[in-house]
């Protein structure tokens, strides 16, 4: 082998070898340092609803989740573990959208058998009175032009991995919008 080369290929092995090793140092403290996933129920509701009222740079998000009697009353005995993983998991899944959920509250509604959820939203303004809801709309088979319009407000019903869903975006001020984006009409 040529000298000239000798001296970068065994530099280059070091790193490698660095790497590979550093690498399989992050992955052991991980396994390590993680708990073992808690054995949680997984309760699918019956129907779901689904509001959000623009307030500047806040967006008040509500969903309402209705279920059968006999989950319901599964939720009402595990409701602290329930309600703390719906929220975790809602705010886990904004986080990678690089949104933010605050002020989040889960109650129950035994009237209706439902559990509801609130939260302000920050992060989905992307300008004065304009929104960005790819946080919402990035995993359904939809966009924003499957909603009904009205001036101040889209609307969707219809079906959501087969629960049925109505979704409501409501504003403050008359509309327009492309497939994730709303934005003031001019």
């Not at 052991?28 to 307030?55: G, H, M, R």
């Not at 559990?115 to 966009?143: E, Q």
């Not at 499957?146 to 969707?156: D, G, M, P």
């Not at 219809?158 to 994730?180: K, M, V, W, Y």
Request: with cysteine; net charge negative; aromatic share 12%.
């Amino acid at each position: 082998m040529n000298r000239k080369y000798r001296l970068p290929l065994f530099f280059g092995l070091v790193i490698l070898f660095l790497a590979l090793f550093m690498g399989f140092k992050n992955q052991q403290s991980a396994t390590e340092t993680s708990s073992p996933p808690q054995n949680v129920t997984v309760f699918i509701p019956e129907k779901s609803q689904v509001s959000i009222k623009t307030d500047k740079e806040v967006l008040h998000y509500k969903r309402v989740s209705f279920y059968n009697e006999n989950d319901f009353s599964e939720i009402v005995k595990s409701h602290e573990i329930f309600s703390s993983n719906i929220i975790e998991t809602f705010k886990k899944d904004l986080q990678r959208h690089n949104i933010e959920a605050l002020n989040c509250t889960h109650e129950l509604n035994t009237v209706d058998n439902s559990t509801i959820v609130h939260c302000d939203i920050k992060g989905a303004m992307y300008s004065i009175n304009s929104y960005d809801f790819h946080w919402l709309l990035g995993d359904l088979p939809f966009d924003l032009y499957q909603f009904t319009q009205n001036e101040r407000e889209l609307t969707y019903k219809g079906t959501i991995n087969d629960i049925p869903t109505t979704i409501r975006l409501i504003f403050q001020f008359p509309i327009a919008h492309c497939h994730e984006h709303v934005w003031p009409a001019r």
